[in-house]
């Protein structure tokens, strides 16, 4: 949403020199796309580590190695994708357009989820245990 509206003119707020230009439609626009946005990845980053260590048992010795070596990559890759989007992504926006850092971090993201979908086959999905919030909340 927010890389449709950089994109096109007519959905951009009108030139002003007050502090709350934007008004109707456009603002509803603006402010949903950015709450999508963040409950998006609030809950990718909160969910991501866990999925992850999810797919290695622990018991067996390879595995537990093997997700170590999963954490240590998995911070990386968040550390060099936030260092490309500090450097790379901001200098597209402020030297090409806002629009194309926009649809830059579109077609990443959308690779991402495809990414994810195509690999569901081969994900272990752990039944849900018994909640510790279930057993005090029937105390």
């Known amino acids: 949403m927010i890389t449709i ?3 096109l003119d007519k959905l951009h707020p009108e030139a ?3 502090s709350s230009c934007v008004k109707g439609g456009i603002a509803v626009m603006f402010y949903t796309s ?3 946005y963040a409950l998006g990845m609030g809950g990718v980053r909160g969910s991501m580590t866990a999925f992850g260590a ?3 048992d622990e018991k067996e010795p390879n595995e537990a190695k093997a997700l170590a070596t ?4 998995l911070l990386l890759s968040s550390t060099l994708g936030s ?3 500090v450097t790379g992504v901001v200098w597209v926006s402020t030297q090409k357009a806002w629009h194309w850092g ?3 971090i579109t077609v990443c993201s959308s690779i991402g989820f495809v990414t994810l979908a195509l690999g569901k086959s081969f994900y272990r999905i752990r039944v849900p245990g018994e909640s510790p919030i279930l057993r005090i909340v029937q105390v």
């Open 83 to 85: 260092v490309i989007g």
């Open 34 to 36: 950015l709450c999508l």
């Open 16 to 18: 002003c020199g007050e």
């Open 70 to 73: 999963f954490f240590n990559w």
């Open 54 to 56: 999810d797919q290695f």
């Open 5 to 7: 509206q950089a994109a």
């Open 102 to 104: 926009f649809f830059i």
